[in-house]
């Protein structure tokens, strides 16, 4: 009798990472389902600040594709250091925006080995679509992405494993490679196609739009941030809490070497008030208005224009005269500034 | 969501997640679960909406009872008991 195997799936709880795991499941293999926590997740960030503009809080679709399917799932937080190292020095560079997904595939798949092993299972797989995505998804990227996370020949990829070498899994016969798919490309309608007959009737739009790192504003204000941090004599260097505040707030470089966050809602200033440690922490002090933090070190001048922008994000933003107060530390200081008028000016900044 | 049970067993273990955001709350329940005896009643208490969509479909991937997760103030409260490895297969 030949062996049951036991495979690690990488799901993102998509339609293709879906698909992949209902298609291995329905050979009788045993799954156990990893998701990476990233930090850079839209979803996440979304949830974190209460959930959507209309009020319904976005599900976790990797869970939710677990239980639909009762396959056991890990989460794996690889938010920490050595995945911003990677994001700050990617070796195979980045694409459109801050996304260094080649890269990234290989740090994730690295894990996906580590627990590979860790389980005793003989192999991992994802929803991977040959030629789906322009770059990381070419069949070379595919193969290099192998290569390089240690995991030769135990790397499936179900919804185009016909059109890729068999993998060892195939070979020993735990998989059998004839009711894997040869799907290839951009196009959908296979998959849904195939999720229809499999009786799947619940998944997300298909993704893209999912990791910020892809998102071209995003991107911008992450390597605004690197080159500051250079600017100021600094390594260029992220750590967690960056990834937190690159998500949060209005943005504006006021110079080379100082940034202003204004938050932009309710949740954002209780966010923002959370890291005033090691940055000062503005606010109107006479009338409602946004919080914001300045990093860097501003001068005179700086310390006017950032209170200005201050004051015409708040309730004072048609009066003559905004005090707003700085902090940092125990140290408090005050501005009576006019609201900055100059919208070219505040766009030009913006970052 | 489903009806809350008129009466909630006593948990053998308490596991404060407040204050932390999601995933977090489900990665320490996960880790607490496993901590737990079979059979035994956990009681996650978070802050984190997320947890209330979160738990029962974690619960259902795997395969522990998912008791209840309702909200009490400002704290989520959610109650498990986990099963055995294979239960229910």
């Known amino acids: ?46 949830r974190r600040k209460g959930g959507r503009a209309d009020g319904t809080v976005p599900q976790n679709e990797a869970l939710r594709a677990a239980a639909d399917l009762e396959v056991e799932i890990e989460y794996v937080d690889i938010s920490g250091g050595p995945y911003l190292d990677m994001l700050v020095n990617p070796r195979y560079g980045y694409g459109q925006n801050a996304n260094p997904c080649v890269d990234c595939r290989i740090f994730m798949m690295q894990k996906a080995r580590e627990i590979m092993e860790r389980e005793g299972a003989d192999f991992v797989f994802t929803g991977e679509v040959l030629g789906q995505r322009p770059k990381s998804q070419r069949r070379d990227t595919l193969w290099l992405i192998e290569k390089r996370s240690g995991l030769e020949g135990r790397l499936l990829r179900p919804l185009s494993a016909r059109l890729l070498p068999p993998t060892v899994p195939e070979q020993e016969g735990l ?116 919080v914001a933090l300045v990093e860097g ?27 707003v107060e700085w902090r940092e530390g125990d140290e408090v200081e005050a501005y009576a500034v006019p609201p900055e008028a100059d919208e070219a000016r505040i766009e030009a900044m913006r970052v | 969501m489903q009806p809350l049970p008129a009466t909630l067993p006593a948990p053998d273990r308490t596991l404060d ?68 490895r294979g239960a229910g297969r």
Not at chain 1, 220 to 234: I, N, P, T, V
């Open chain 1, 1 to 46: 009798m030949i062996r049951k195997g036991k495979a690690i799936a990488m799901i993102s709880g998509g339609l293709d990472s879906t698909l992949a795991l209902a298609l291995v499941l329905r050979q009788g293999i045993e799954v156990k389902a990893i998701n990476f926590y990233t930090g850079f997740c839209i979803t996440e960030t979304q």
């Open chain 1, 175 to 290: 998989v059998d490679r004839e009711r894997l798919l040869d799907i290839s490309g951009r196009s959908r309608l296979r998959q849904m196609a195939l999720a229809r007959e499999l009786g799947l009737t619940d998944w997300p739009q298909p993704a893209g739009g999912c990791c910020f790192l892809t998102d071209e504003a995003f991107g911008r204000k992450f390597f605004d941030l690197l080159d500051g941090r250079q600017a100021a004599g600094e390594p260029r260097r992220l750590v967690p809490e960056d990834v937190v505040l690159l998500s949060t707030g209005r943005h504006f470089r006021i110079s080379p070497k100082v940034k202003l966050i204004v938050g932009r809602t309710e949740v954002e200033n209780v966010l923002l008030e959370k890291y005033a440690d090691g940055r000062a922490r503005l606010a109107a002090r006479d009338v409602n208005g946004p």
């Open chain 1, 297 to 323: 070190t501003p001068t005179w001048e700086e310390r006017l224009l950032a209170s200005r922008v201050v004051a015409r994000y708040g309730k004072g933003r048609s009066d003559a005269e905004v005090v």
């Open chain 2, 17 to 84: 997640a407040t204050g932390t955001l999601c995933p977090v709350p489900i990665v320490e329940t996960a880790k607490a679960v496993k901590a737990l005896a079979e059979g035994a009643v956990l009681l996650v208490l978070a802050t984190d909406p997320g947890v209330a969509t979160d738990m029962p479909m974690w619960c259902k991937a795997m395969r522990h009872e998912h008791l209840a997760t309702f909200r009490d103030g400002a704290t989520w409260k959610s109650y498990l008991r986990k099963r055995g």
